[in-house]
């Protein structure tokens, strides 16, 4: 697929065959997307072989991808419309919309979790358990406190 993407103008300067082109006009209708390859090979009025065979050309995608992008190009004025006349009418949803498309607003959540009974949530960290397998290669209390004082130090975090 990514050797069709990087050479899809060279893939789509040709006219598509007779069942080519009756599968894309099938497939081009939003109707459509959602139908069973045989239900699209009967609109289409090719075998499932052909369409079979049809999709493994690397032309016939990129020149799939062509139309597409045509016809969602085609409709994108008046979908733009439609969504600042929604918003001009004080739809919240569509002010957003219209509001991220143009960059002046980002939304953002937050959220908060807690712990049991409502506490802190507790958590555990690669420092927790390295200081953990720490203490637990000591002898005593001593001999950790030790090694603890002898990696500040070597941090530069002597006190």
Known sequence: MAEVKNNEHI???REPTVEEKRLLDVMIVPENR???VTDICKLAKIS???YYNIFDKPEFIALKRKWEKKLISNKTTSIIHA???EAEMGSIQHIKMALEMDGSY???TRQELTGANGGPIETKTDDDQFFANLRAQCK??????RLLKTL???QGKDE
């Open 11 to 13: 893939l789509t300067n």
């Open 83 to 85: 969504l600042i006349r």
């Open 34 to 36: 959602r139908k069973s």
């Open 152 to 154: 500040h130090a070597a």
């Open 48 to 50: 499932r072989t052909t």
């Open 106 to 108: 980002t939304e953002t």
């Open 140 to 145: 005593d209390e001593a001999e950790y406190l």
